[in-house]
């Protein structure tokens, strides 16, 4: 069936339609509508999960943690200052090896309040341990959160995951949507069996002390289990691809093989980025352009580019641009930030950025090279 | 052929809903891509909202906003005091009006369209809060120029009303489809 509607509605939809036992709910702009359809589910009856509403978004991932510890599986979105709240839960969740499926709608870090698309939220997490998938469009939206659930809970991962795409650009943009039949997604997507469970009647510790000699296994299995993360996602995205027609990487190709210079951006930007490379061929420049789909695990064995062109949208301060800063080891490396507190940037603005690239330029765009 | 629409009004007006009702009647007509969105700033009631819709034969990559519009739809004259409604839009452009007054009456450097949508909308008891809604009538104006059937257009009304309201809003629509004039 095909669908117009937001993103936000459209993540909810796929929640449902994975049927997570526990929903915790904190509103925070632009996130809010995701967790208000998903209550309007629940409360007409076609979601049978409990709805938590808590008082924080620290508790919201607290909450998840308790209800995916007893082996079920639960759903929450945030966004930006929440992301921000729930840091401390956001490592537990990942070193108690949760599968807990997160959207953030992509958000500025306040003051100066702004409420717009930037990346600094969810990148500004990239150390703890959770599989980080950015989406460009409605319809994969929907279907990462499908996929990110199967990925998550895989017994050669069980990490958790978030789902991540710029507020208001995808969040409340509204884009046709192919949506599976509910029975198509329950084949894909079975039951959750977990491997362990809290149960009252088969006690177990969870969560005890761990002495120095024990903890860096315990990070290093998680290590070794996001560098699984990097086969099962592709495996999944293409088992989504056969059953639902639409294949995933952990990134996307456009014309990269005979390309001078690749550009390398993630979720919005790299949409546009495609239509960028579009003109900028049809002017005879040997343009191409490597979505980058997964940020953790980061697929950078896959980036075997000569030349590329990092735009971020989201900037650690003191160093640079962060995507630019984990990418620039890999070979001739032009950085630019551009978009921060959702600042619009156009495929000509794209076009202009390769042409500063080929000049040798980097910097903050429209502000240090224009 | 990708066509960049923008629709001025008030909030309150229902810009957001034409935007999506025009995306999903340009579906429903057999176009490939469509997007309506939005610009979020401080919206309340009575304040300048625009929002943007995109509508193409091919898929669309586009995520920034719409800064050169082929077609801009006005919901109130009164922005245009404030607002200059004719940024950027292309040379063969044209804006849509709604007005009790002939298009001549306009001085714009594209050509202008006008509708009494407003009227259509107290005639139709399209009023919500005691405002008159004129967002259906002018995606009924507007789907004239863009070739998209009324059909369509009443179709994705009904879709988004049920029942009655539908009924009229799918009546506003199509009386301001025949009324509009160049």
Known sequence: MKVIDTANHIAALAAKM?????????????QTTVVEKLAQYVENGELNARYVRVESEHSAMAACIGAAATGVRTFTATSSHGLLLMHEMIHWAALARLPIVMVNVNRAI???????SDSNDSMGQRDTGWIQIYA???????????QAYKIAENEEVMLPAMVCYDGFILSHTSMPVEVPEQSKVDEFLPEFKSLWKLDVDKPITHGNIILPDDYMDVR????????????IIAEVGEEYGKKFGRSYGLIEEYMTEDADYVIVATAAIAAEAKEAVKRLRERGKKAGLARLRVFRPMPYELLKYDKMIVIDRAISVGLGGV??????WLGDVYGFIAGLGGKDVSYADIMRIYELAEKGKEGWYGIEVK | MLKEIVFHGRGGQGAVTAANILASAALKD???????????GAERRG??????????DEEINLRSQIKEPDIVVVLDTGLMDVIDVDSGIKKDGLIIINTNMPPSHFNFRCKVATVDATSIAIEENLMVSGIPVVNTPMVGALAKFLGISIEAVKEAIKERWHGEAGEKNARGAEIAYNMVRT
Do not use: C
Request: glycine share 4%.
């Open chain 1, 18 to 30: 994975a049927k997570p036992a526990v929903i915790a709910a904190y509103p925070i702009t632009p």
């Open chain 1, 110 to 116: 306040g003051p100066g309040w702004n409420i717009w």
């Open chain 1, 136 to 146: 460009s469009s409605n319809q994969e939206v929907y279907d990462s959160i499908i």
């Open chain 1, 220 to 231: 290093y299995s998680m290590n070794e289990a996001m560098k699984r993360a990097k086969k």
């Open chain 1, 323 to 328: 995507l630019y800063n984990e990418l620039r």
């Open chain 2, 30 to 40: 057999g176009h490939k891509d469509v997007q309506a969105f939005p610009f979020f």
């Open chain 2, 47 to 56: 304040a300048p909202v625009r929002a943007f819709a995109r509508i193409s």
